[in-house]
């Protein structure tokens, strides 16, 4: 079991930064390729992006290309996503989740193995 527990959003105006974390437990971090996906009210849950095991490789959704940033640190067993340039439309539910592949493209087509809770971030205009 990988329990994961995220944290770091808040109501920011449009055009903010915000940082997110996700504090991991359990079995090796390092075993498994991490994400974040995000659910906005009334939508289907939406892959944000992906890095690999060691971090040298990661994977974005196109909406929010050039303005998210995934990254980890295994010694913290935590993963970050840095988000700037924030939009309303960004407004979700931002969820951490662990997937034990090797080609994290393919985290975008299938239900992880472990999830977070879950942290709110709310973007005004």
């Known amino acids: 079991q990988v329990q994961l527990v995220e944290s770091g959003g808040g109501l920011v105006q449009a055009g903010d930064s915000l940082r997110l974390s996700c504090a991991a437990s359990?079995?090796?971090?390092?075993?498994?390729?991490m994400g974040w996906f995000r659910q906005a009210p009334g939508k289907e849950r939406e892959f944000v992006a992906a890095?690999?095991?060691?971090?040298?490789?990661?994977y974005y959704a196109d909406s929010i290309k050039g303005r998210f940033t995934i990254s980890r640190d295994n010694a913290k067993n935590t993963v970050y996503l840095q988000m700037n340039s924030l939009k309303p439309e960004d407004t979700a539910v931002y969820y951490c989740?662990?997937?034990?592949?090797?080609?994290?493209?393919?985290?975008?087509?299938?239900?992880?193995?472990?999830w977070g809770q879950g942290t709110q971030v709310t973007v005004s205009s």
């Open positions: 359990g079995r090796t971090f390092s075993n498994y390729a």
């Open positions: 890095i690999n095991w060691s971090g040298n490789t990661t």
């Open positions: 989740a662990a997937d034990d592949v090797i080609t994290i493209t393919t985290m975008r087509y299938r239900v992880p193995e472990y």
